[in-house]
């Protein structure tokens, strides 16, 4: 009886312990906000909120590689350390946010200022925000009603939104990227999975450099060129790295098993 | 007489002075196009990187790294943004070239 006292409070102890270090249900975001990105470098030392940004407002414009390659914005959020004197100068998010440039024609609006009165405090926290968004949840749901559903992630099929037409993101931007000559396309390739009755991954180059270009991918993400020289499985890629570096946090997740597993087993 | 004789003599210094400015301005700027002719050149060639022979790859590595000490010398801003995009393009030329040169050893 008296064992029971002692072993009860070290069970508890200990499951305690173990739900502190990820017992707990990992939060999914909603589609709005899915491919949301925090970036606190800065702005809260400078008194200001830190600043959420959308990746489904940009992606309908822009391909990624326009602003991961051209801009400069790293792949992890928080890793290109934005000043708002970097953005006030036309840099990062002042490339586009410099209230010159003309998108759709609208106007985009300035990223940052050194003063800013009352009535422009407005524009700040269009990118700096308090609190949830509920105009941006509603300009969400308009968007995405238009656009072809998918299961997970935003719902939007970003892929199948391009090859109707209705988006068209940009891959150029004048005195920002290098003219380059059109990109000769790799071709498809398959990629055998370790599970017995798992459909193997027809990997499409042609859908991937569309929006990334080589560079974003070869050789930080992926180290080799030559089928199977970069090895890797399901854990690294739910660890967000390879595929994970996109899938998860921007482009449709994993738990869409079908859109990457297509080719039935042989025989 | 004298006061017009000095007059002019300023006029010319000021005007001295202001082509020394211009030519200096003009430079500047000249000298910062010119490596952005020059990166814009380098970098954009990682569409055709695949196509390219090794000596070619090795030429665009070496115009990278001497691209890398000039814009070393920019200011921040300037420097975070493109030397990243630098390393970015150069880092994959030698990834190619890497993979090509493993192509020709024989197996």
Same mark, same amino acid.
């Given at each position: !009886?008296?064992?029971?006292?002692?072993?009860? $409070?070290?069970? *508890?102890?200990?499951?305690?312990?173990?739900?502190?270090?990820?017992? !707990?249900?990992?939060?999914?975001?909603?589609?709005?906000?899915?491919?949301?990105?925090?970036?606190? @470098?800065? %702005?809260?030392?400078?008194? !200001? $909120? $830190?600043?959420?940004?959308?990746?489904?407002?940009?992606?309908?414009?822009?391909?990624?590689? *326009?602003?991961?390659?051209?801009?400069?914005?790293?792949?992890?959020?928080? %890793?290109?350390?934005?000043?708002?004197?970097? @953005?006030?100068?036309?840099?990062?998010? #002042?490339?586009?946010?410099?209230?010159?440039?003309?998108?759709?024609?609208?106007?985009?609006?300035?990223?940052?200022?050194?003063?800013?009165?009352?009535?422009?405090?407005?524009?700040? &926290?269009?990118?700096?925000?308090?609190?949830?968004?509920?105009?941006?949840?509603?300009? =969400?749901?308009?968007?995405?009603?238009?656009?072809?559903?998918?299961? =997970?992630?935003?719902?939007? @099929?970003?892929?199948?939104?391009?090859?109707?037409? *209705?988006?068209?993101?940009?891959?150029?931007?004048?005195?920002?990227?290098?003219?380059? %000559?059109?990109?000769?396309?790799?071709?498809?390739?398959?990629?055998?999975?370790?599970?017995?009755?798992?459909?193997?991954?027809?990997?499409?180059?042609?859908?991937?450099?569309?929006?990334?270009?080589?560079?974003?991918?070869?050789?930080?993400? =992926?180290?080799?060129?030559?089928?199977?020289?970069?090895?890797? %499985?399901?854990?690294?890629?739910?660890?967000?790295?390879?595929? #994970?570096?996109?899938?998860?946090? &921007?482009?449709?997740?994993?738990?869409?098993?079908?859109?990457?597993?297509?080719?039935? $087993?042989?025989? | 007489?004298?006061?017009?004789?000095?007059?002019?003599?300023?006029?010319?210094?000021?005007?001295?002075?202001?082509?020394?400015?211009?030519?200096?301005?003009?430079?500047?700027?000249?000298?910062?196009?010119?490596?952005?002719?020059?990166?814009?050149?380098?970098?954009?060639?990682?569409?055709?990187?695949?196509?390219?022979? /090794?000596? +070619?790859?090795?030429?665009?590595? +070496?115009?990278?790294?001497?691209?890398?000490?000039?814009?070393?010398?920019?200011? +921040?801003?300037?420097?975070? /943004?493109?030397?990243?995009?630098?390393?970015?393009?150069?880092?994959?030329?030698?990834? /190619?070239?890497?993979?090509?040169?493993?192509?020709?050893?024989?197996?």
């Amino acid at each position: !009886m008296r064992k029971i006292f002692f072993v009860v $409070p070290i069970l *508890l102890v200990v499951a305690g312990i173990a739900w502190a270090q990820g017992g !707990m249900k990992k939060h999914k975001p909603l589609p709005y906000e899915f491919g949301t990105v925090t970036i606190n @470098n800065y %702005s809260q030392q400078a008194g !200001m $909120p $830190p600043v959420v940004f959308d990746h489904w407002v940009h992606r309908q414009y822009y391909t990624c590689r *326009l602003c991961h390659v051209d801009v400069g914005f790293g792949m992890i959020a928080g %890793s290109t350390k934005i000043r708002s004197a970097d @953005n006030m100068k036309g840099y990062y998010c #002042g490339t586009c946010h410099n209230g010159e440039m003309v998108h759709n024609k609208k106007r985009i609006f300035e990223s940052c200022a050194k003063e800013y009165s009352r009535e422009e405090f407005k524009r700040c &926290v269009k990118c700096h925000t308090f609190e949830k968004r509920a105009a941006k949840e509603d300009e =969400f749901y308009r968007f995405s009603e238009k656009m072809p559903s998918e299961r =997970f992630g935003n719902r939007i @099929n970003w892929e199948a939104a391009e090859e109707k037409g *209705l988006i068209k993101p940009v891959d150029y931007l004048e005195g920002v990227s290098s003219k380059k %000559s059109h990109l000769k396309v790799n071709p498809d390739f398959a990629i055998k999975t370790k599970v017995e009755g798992m459909p193997d991954i027809i990997f499409s180059h042609k859908k991937h450099t569309i929006w990334n270009g080589c560079e974003l991918c070869h050789p930080d993400i =992926f180290i080799g060129v030559k089928k199977g020289t970069s090895k890797y %499985s399901m854990v690294d890629i739910f660890d967000g790295r390879y595929c #994970g570096v996109c899938h998860e946090k &921007v482009a449709f997740p994993q738990t869409d098993c079908q859109r990457c597993h297509t080719k039935p $087993p042989q025989g | 007489m004298k006061a017009f004789m000095q007059t002019g003599r300023k006029i010319k210094i000021l005007a001295m002075a202001g082509c020394i400015s211009l030519f200096i301005v003009m430079q500047a700027a000249y000298g910062a196009e010119s490596w952005r002719t020059e990166f814009d050149a380098t970098c954009s060639q990682a569409t055709d990187a695949m196509a390219l022979s /090794v000596p +070619e790859l090795q030429k665009l590595i +070496e115009r990278c790294v001497s691209l890398q000490k000039i814009i070393e010398r920019e200011e +921040e801003t300037v420097r975070k /943004v493109y030397l990243k995009r630098l390393q970015m393009c150069k880092k994959f030329y030698i990834f /190619v070239l890497d993979s090509k040169i493993r192509e020709q050893k024989p197996q």
